[in-house]
C-alpha cells in the first residue's frame, strides 16, 4: 500500500543552524501539507502546498520556514535558522483530493523528531 | 474560528471493555469534514475514518464505530471489546470544506490494562 516516507526520521541541531526535513508524498497526490507536534501536545498545521505554490499557512509559518518541490517526488520544509522552540515532531501529509477522491483525506508520515539544542 | 475539543484527556481501561472517546467541534462552515487519527506509541499518525457533515450516518468498522450528532456538534467514537493494541493516542480533528487545513482536538491517550 503506498504511504508518505520521510527522512530522517531523527535529526539533531544546533540552535542557529538551518535543517532540511524531507517527504516523499503518495505518488499521485497532489495536495502537501506540513503539520508539527510539540511533545505532548496537538497537532498544528503549518502549511499546505498545491500546483508549487502554497495554498494555506498558519501564523507559525513565518519567514523562517519555506516549502520546496524540488523534483516530481520529494516535498522538503526548510527550516534557515532554528530555535528551540522548533523542537518538535513534524508530520509531512499527502491527499489525493481531486485526483481520486474530492474529499480531503490527509495521510501521515511517521514523522521527523526535530531536537534544537 | 474553527475549534475541536477532546475533553477526556485520558482514558485506561481494562481489555475488553468498551469505552468510549468524545470529540466536540466548534465551525461557522455548514459543509465539512471530521476524522479521527491514531497515534501509537511509535508515533506515527494512522487514518481511521473521514466523516461529511451532510451524512450523520454513524459507522461501524470491526470493533470501531462512530457516532456523528450535528446537532450536538459531536463525533465520538467507540471501541468495543478493547484490545491492548488499542493503547494510543486518538485525535480528532475537523477540515472545512474547499480548505487545506486540519484542526486537531489535543487528543485523548488511551491505555488498555491487559
Known amino acids: 500500500e503506498p504511504e508518505v516516507t520521510q527522512t530522517p526520521s531523527h535529526q539533531v541541531t544546533q540552535m542557529g543552524q538551518e535543517v532540511i526535513l524531507r517527504c516523499v508524498p503518495i505518488?499521485?497526490?497532489?495536495?502537501f501539507y506540513w503539520y508539527r507536534q510539540i511533545l505532548g501536545q496537538k497537532v498544528e498545521f503549518l502549511v499546505s502546498?498545491?500546483?508549487?505554490?502554497?495554498?494555506?499557512k498558519s501564523e507559525i509559518f513565518d519567514d523562517q520556514f519555506s516549502v520546496e518541490r524540488p523534483d516530481g517526488s520529494n516535498f522538503t520544509l526548510k527550516i534557515r535558522s532554528t530555535k528551540l522552540e522548533d523542537s518538535a515532531m513534524y508530520f509531512c501529509a499527502s491527499s489525493p483530493k481531486g485526483v481520486a477522491s474530492p474529499y480531503n483525506e490527509q495521510f501521515f508520515g511517521p514523522g521527523t523528531r526535530l531536537t534544537v539544542l | 474560528a474553527q475549534k475541536v475539543t477532546q475533553a477526556q484527556t485520558e482514558i485506561s481501561v481494562v481489555e475488553k471493555e468498551d469505552v468510549t472517546l468524545d470529540c466536540v467541534y466548534e465551525?461557522?462552515?455548514?459543509?465539512?469534514?471530521l476524522f479521527w487519527y491514531k497515534q501509537p506509541p511509535s508515533g506515527e499518525l494512522v487514518f481511521l475514518i473521514r466523516?461529511?457533515?451532510?451524512?450523520?450516518q454513524n459507522e461501524i468498522s470491526g470493533r470501531y464505530s462512530w457516532n456523528f450528532q450535528k446537532s450536538t456538534s459531536s463525533f465520538n467514537f467507540t471501541i468495543t471489546a478493547s484490545q491492548v493494541v488499542d493503547s494510543a493516542v486518538y485525535f480528532c480533528a475537523l477540515g472545512p470544506f474547499g480548505n487545506e487545513k486540519l484542526t486537531f482536538g489535543t487528543g485523548t491517550r488511551l491505555t488498555i490494562i491487559p
Open positions: 466523516r461529511n457533515s451532510f451524512d450523520e
Open positions: 505518488s499521485n497526490h497532489l495536495y
Open positions: 465551525t461557522r462552515d455548514t459543509t465539512y469534514y
Open positions: 502546498f498545491y500546483n508549487n505554490e502554497i495554498s494555506e
